[in-house]
């Protein structure tokens, strides 16, 4: 079992930039792949990145392709996303996800276990 606790997220302005984390608990993380997504209100959730267990590969949504970078630390057990040049439809809880199978998918179905989600607020 995987617990994953989100922080980083906050109120910004358009142009701003924003780093969120992800802790995770247990001794198998980094046989993880890891994935970012985001629910605006009165919307579905949908993916933003992912990245292998090894770190060594990534996919990015197009939308945030180019602003935003996922990397992680294995020795700390802990995921990132880099959130630059935020504009203000980036508005959403960011939850992260931890996923069993080891190709990287935009797919939540493949996601096993969840963080809470922290907000983050762009401003126009």
């Known amino acids: 079992q995987v617990q994953l606790v989100e922080s980083g997220g906050g109120l910004v302005q358009a142009g701003g930039s924003l780093r969120l984390s992800c802790a995770a608990s247990?001794?198998?993380?980094?046989?993880?792949?890891m994935g970012w997504f985001r629910q605006a209100p009165g919307k579905e959730r949908e993916f933003v990145a992912a990245?292998?267990?090894?770190?060594?590969?990534?996919l990015h949504a197009d939308s945030v392709k180019g602003r935003f970078t996922i990397s992680r630390d294995n020795a700390q057990n802990t995921v990132y996303l880099q959130m630059n040049t935020l504009k203000p439809e980036d508005t959403a809880v960011y939850y992260c996800?931890?996923?069993?199978?080891?190709?990287?998918?935009?797919?939540?179905?493949?996601?096993?276990?969840w963080g809470q989600g922290t907000q983050v607020t762009v401003s126009s």
């Open positions: 247990g001794r198998t993380f980094s046989s993880y792949t």
């Open positions: 996800a931890a996923s069993r199978p080891t190709v990287l998918t935009a797919s939540t179905f493949y996601y096993d276990y």
């Open positions: 990245i292998s267990s090894s770190g060594g590969n990534t």
